[in-house]
């Protein structure tokens, strides 16, 4: 069982029985996060670094639990408390830490083609952990794996994205995997966080997000990203959260099942209410589980593990 790509840099491309692959593979290791003992040794010997150049908190903590959980040793760089201060370049930074025998990095990076780069200036396995505005591939893979734990089933299945996709690398993830694996993706949000020509992937978009509601079997609920907005994109909180905001008193007026999702951080009272982030139809903790056992799956992929017992 192996994957195409030796790095997994986004999911632009990703072929579809890759993301199988590891989708399937996550269940595996999702029984072994319901186990008193929840270690296997399938990568003892491994050495992984998590590169953090942005603040993170579900990511880093998700991978190094995930490396933990598959016996690695791992070690965490903070580009915050790092010689990056001192005026040390990025590429020096990055060929210090793998001339210690580094066998894979995980990286977080404001800027979008971070990763792409780092390939360049090491030989080790490169895992994109965000990269700016561009992907979050590992954020899609745990939603997909957190969709088919729940549904059975990607191939038809009906999501709507919804909010500030222009600033969202899980958007782009997700959109990416999701047409890759047959579902059928609708966005949903104000025109000026939605960007132009995104049709051409593959989605539709619509701006009502009662039809949204309507058609989907789940929504993937997005942050507004106001530190990434040079002005503000919409007339205000209180607009949006009427025109966009996923409340109780919305989902009530649609009588039917339907399943939400958040990759947080949230902002609980404009995107999402918190009575609905808490509900039984939010399956937001379930991701962040789905998460390490994703991650556990992509490492072991791509690091080639030996199968555990
Ligand atoms: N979903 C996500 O990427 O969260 P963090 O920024 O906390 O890692």
């Known amino acids: 069982m192996s994957l195409h790509h030796r790095h997994l840099l986004g999911l632009e491309g990703y072929p579809a029985e890759d993301i199988q692959t590891i989708i399937d593979t996550a269940f595996t290791f999702r029984e072994v996060l319901d186990r008193p003992i ?19 908190t579900r990511t880093r903590i998700s991978f190094e639990l995930a490396q933990k959980r ?35 990095c995980v990286m977080r990076h404001p800027t ?7 390939t360049e200036y090491v030989d080790a396995v490169v895992i994109n ?18 969709l088919q734990k729940k549904f059975g089933y990607l ?7 919804i909010g500030d996709i222009s600033h969202s690398r899980v958007a782009l993830s997700n959109i990416y995997g999701l047409i890759t694996m047959g579902a059928e993706v609708t966005l949903c949000g104000p025109a000026t966080l939605i960007p132009p020509h995104i049709e051409e992937l593959g ?4 701006y009502n997000l009662d039809d949204v509601i309507e058609w989907a079997d789940a929504l993937n609920v997005l942050r507004i990203q106001m530190e990434r907005m040079g002005i503000s994109l919409f007339p205000s909180v209180r607009e949006y959260r009427s025109l ?20 947080g951080p949230m902002n609980r009272g404009v995107e999402i209410e918190s009575a609905v982030a808490d509900s039984d139809q939010a399956i937001i903790l379930d991701q962040v589980l789905n998460g390490v056992a994703s991650r556990m799956a992509i490492l072991y992929l791509l690091l080639g593990g030996k199968a555990e017992s």
């Open 203 to 206: 989605v539709k978009i619509n």
């Open 155 to 161: 191939k038809g299945l009906k999501v709507g994205i």
């Open 38 to 56: 929840k270690k296997v040794p399938s990568l003892q010997g491994k050495t992984i670094v998590n590169l953090f150049f942005e603040n993170s």
């Open 112 to 118: 979008p083609g971070a990763p792409l780069r780092l």
């Open 70 to 104: 598959l016996s690695a040793d791992t070690v965490n760089f903070s580009a915050s408390t790092s010689s990056l201060k001192k005026g040390e370049s990025f590429k020096d930074t990055v060929q210090n830490i793998e001339a210690m025998k580094i066998d894979a």
């Open 129 to 146: 952990a965000g990269d700016g505005t561009h992907e979050h591939p590992t954020q899609a893979i745990l939603d997909m794996t957190s």
């Open 244 to 263: 966009f905001g996923i409340t109780t008193e919305r989902l009530a007026n649609h009588k039917k099942e339907i399943i939400i999702m958040h990759p």
